[in-house]
């Protein structure tokens, strides 16, 4: 063969082996470049701003108090960051189902965890810190809306209710440490930008519909035949303890029967409900018993009168009654209570709850809450009144307006206003230690507290009685 042909034919296939190479080098550099893309998408960077800004500042001051308040910053900051980790995958990864999508949240939902073990247990020193960092989180899970019919509200709401029920803590937080300490005040305003408006204008700017998923992305989420099984659902619009419930649902056919239940279970089931009773004999029968008679003793009086006291309490409630009352009656040691399907027309009737808090999100006629002790409830707005009757130590927050609130046989009661609602109308009666609590109008986020009298001066004069206050000063 021609030596020049030999060199021209080695000359073409050195030419083919370099375009070869040159193609698989694009399309390795081609995936890259999708990878830094995704990071350097203008959402990602907004986000590294809020992270970098606005989180760096919640840090920054926990840093300062140190503690169990430093520990929880840490957690937030952490949680802020997986959550841009996420984003990220989100762009490359196309939309997963249900199951796919609780795998791919589990690194946030377990930061989140992590946050609502600090306030369980025994009440830590910070416990409203804790409880307001913890509840905030859920203000992330804004990123697992799915559509309308998923569950929860739009992403903008999500984050906004969120904040609500972290607030009513975070509210202690600044009357606590007014006057005491501006390290904590500034930790609970630093918290509050955080999410109003930090996260809720960064939702608004680049996802007010909710994650936008590739279409594109050869990457996949992991598909439901090759998770475990999930622990929960996706999680509702209130603030949870962590993204998705641990809590599995039992069915109740499948429960084991306990008290009355399991006594009609047993006859029901036809078996021989009698083969393990004893014949009574005279000497048991009771008028033939030297050791009973028909006095009745004082402590069985007291025993009897106890049992019938506790009957009363009834089992715990939140339903709404013939489409027009909502009614929570008896919950003990509840801190999410939540009504957010109300309207207008609806009341809410709150009785013989303790150590709970409840939110009711949306519009109602009227709220009341009668013979409750350490209790609080966050409420947007009312068309008629709020009404606060028979309580011990009550707190209660207006975040809209109310044209009339009364106080009526109560004992210790903090009310907090909105800018809304200052313009309403308060009645009090036969009540004592009433502080209400109003914004600040010289700072954001001071809340200006102004104690009601409860002692008066009666003076005849003219031929009617003039009744005045009592004022307090220092010598």
């Known amino acids: 063969m021609d030596e020049s042909l030999v060199r021209r034919l080695e000359s073409a296939v050195a030419r083919l082996e370099a375009l070869s190479a040159g193609s698989v080098s694009r399309e390795l550099d081609a995936a890259d470049v999708g990878g830094d893309t995704a990071s350097s998408d203008p959402s990602i960077l907004a ?38 980790e996420l984003l990220v995958k989100i762009k490359q990864t196309q939309k997963p189902d249900i199951n796919g999508l609780i795998e791919l949240l589990k690194p946030l939902n377990d930061v989140t965890m992590r946050a609502s073990a600090l306030t369980e247990g025994r009440r830590p020193q910070f416990f409203n810190h804790l409880k307001t960092g913890s509840d905030s989180l859920a203000a992330l899970a804004w990123v697992a809306y799915t559509g309308k019919d998923c569950g929860m509200s739009m992403p903008i709401s999500h984050v906004e209710e969120s904040w609500q029920m972290a607030e009513f803590y975070s509210n202690k937080i600044l009357i606590e440490y007014r006057n005491k300490d501006e390290n904590h005040v500034e930790w609970a305003k630093a918290l509050k930008e955080l999410y109003i408006p930090g996260l809720r204008d960064y939702v608004k700017s680049h996802y007010p519909l909710g994650p936008v998923w590739s279409t594109t992305a050869k990457i996949s989420a ?22 998705f419930s641990s809590e599995t649902a039992q069915a109740s056919s499948s429960r084991p029967k306990e ?56 089992p715990p409630k939140l339903e709404l009654q013939m489409g027009r009352k909502w009614v929570v009656e008896n919950q003990v040691g509840r801190n999410n209570l939540l009504i957010h399907e109300c309207d207008a027309k609806q009341s809410v009737y709150v009785y013989g709850c303790k150590n709970s808090v409840l939110r009711v999100q949306g519009k109602v006629n009227n709220i009341t809450i009668d013979k409750c002790t350490k209790v609080g409830v966050v409420f947007k707005d009312v068309v008629a009144a709020c009404e606060i009757v028979n309580c011990n130590s009550v707190e209660v927050q207006c975040q809209g307006s109310a044209p009339t609130i009364s106080i009526d046989n109560t004992s210790g009661c903090q009310l907090y206003l909105s800018k809304d609602s200052l313009e309403a109308s308060l009645t009090t009666a036969m009540s004592s230690e009433v502080n ?40």
């Open 259 to 314: 008290g009355m239940a399991a006594v009609f279970h047993e006859i029901n089931s036809g078996k021989g409900v009698t083969s393990g009773l004893r014949k009574v004999t005279n000497d048991m029968k009771t008028k033939n018993r030297s050791d009973r008679s028909s006095l009745v003793s004082a402590s069985e009086k007291k025993t009897n009168a106890s049992v019938t006291a506790f009957s009363k309490e009834g």
């Open 222 to 243: 992991p598909s439901s035949a090759k998770l475990p099984t999930a622990r929960g659902p996706v999680p509702p619009p209130s603030p949870p303890a962590s993204l």
């Open 47 to 84: 986000y590294e701003d809020l992270i970098s800004g606005r989180v760096g500042r919640v840090l920054s001051a926990g840093e300062r108090i140190g503690g169990q308040v430093f520990d929880i910053s840490k957690i937030i900051q952490e949680a802020f960051s997986v959550q841009k």
């Open 436 to 475: 209400i609590l109003v914004p600040a109008s010289d700072s954001e986020g001071d809340w200006g507290e102004h104690a009601l009298p409860q002692q008066y001066i009666h003076v005849y004069k003219g031929g009617v009685f003039v009744t005045t206050p009592v004022s307090h000063s220092g010598g």
